[in-house]
């Protein structure tokens, strides 16, 4: 496809009783969230993006985070099966909106995978297992994929929700993290630390150019210093939720930084 789509959901209204496991409760300002929440969705359309908006689900907390129920591969679109029960209502409105963007639509046979745990470099997909991804999930997804030549290689995640908040790659394919949350570092061929816990997420949003966290400075000045162009959003309501810059968006690619979608 030629254009870049980018499928959002806006903050409920409950978001503030969105889901927490590694981190202690914090409170919510929805009005504050949803105004971060534009700021992020205008940082995607300025850096080229197609905004989709598709609909609400106001009894789901955490729909907000729309990646965790679909990853795309191509022209494929797999829908997940989250691991969290509160999570399943939001995967099935998300079919046609898919379909609509020019996508083959499957869904997994078994297990529990959310999307969050999958992080692609170039034709290898590496998926997070822990407490939201089992590894009935896993093979459910390396049978849709790995027909269409993607290699599937599970690697454990405890200290964190997902697997991309530990790690995500930059545009080169190298994976970046910050140390004391990624369980083995060395199970990556090029892995590079990051002293900010944030600065572990990147959206590749062109060739040379990154979506972050505001929250992580450093790390934004340290790939501007090597070349990148970041844009930097604020999404602290959504960091009191276990939320990155990640999981607030799918991304259909339509060409310039091919397989290595996130």
């Not at 359309?45 to 907000?64: F, L, M, Q």
């Not at 061929?189 to 572990?200: D, I, L, Y």
């Not at 150019?209 to 400075?217: E, F, I, K």
């Not at 999981?247 to 930084?257: E, P």
């Amino acid at each position: 496809m030629a254009v870049s789509i980018a499928l959002v959901r806006a903050p409920g209204p409950r978001l503030a009783e969105g889901l927490v496991t590694h981190i202690e409760r914090a409170e919510v300002d929805l009005a504050v969230a949803r105004s971060q929440w534009g700021d992020y969705v205008d940082a995607l359309r300025t850096s080229g993006w197609v905004i989709e908006e598709v609909d609400g689900i106001d009894e789901c907390p955490d729909a907000v985070f729309i990646e965790d129920a679909v990853v795309v591969f191509g022209e494929q679109a797999v829908l997940t099966r989250p691991g969290a029960t509160s999570r399943v209502a939001e995967v099935a409105g998300l079919r046609l909106p898919l379909a609509e963007c020019g996508l083959d639509v499957v869904e997994l046979s078994a297990g529990t995978l959310d999307g969050g745990d999958v992080l692609k470099i170039g034709s290898e997909v590496w998926v997070g297992v822990g407490g939201r991804t089992n590894a009935m999930g896993v093979a459910s997804l390396a049978s849709l994929v790995e027909p269409y030549g993607w290699t599937v290689r599970p690697v454990a995640v405890t200290k964190v929700l997902h697997l991309k908040s530990a790690v995500t790659a930059l545009p080169d394919g190298t994976v970046i993290g910050f140390p004391p949350l990624v369980d083995d570092p060395a199970v990556f061929q090029r892995f590079r630390a990051v002293e900010e816990e944030s600065g572990s997420h990147v959206v590749i949003t062109g060739p040379d150019r990154l979506l972050m966290a505001a929250s992580a400075p450093r790390t934004a000045a340290m790939l501007r210093a090597e070349g990148y162009e970041v844009d930097v959003v604020d999404i602290s309501e959504f960091e009191k939720l276990e939320g990155c810059v990640t999981c607030l968006s799918i991304r259909i690619r339509g060409g310039g930084t091919g397989s290595l979608t996130k």
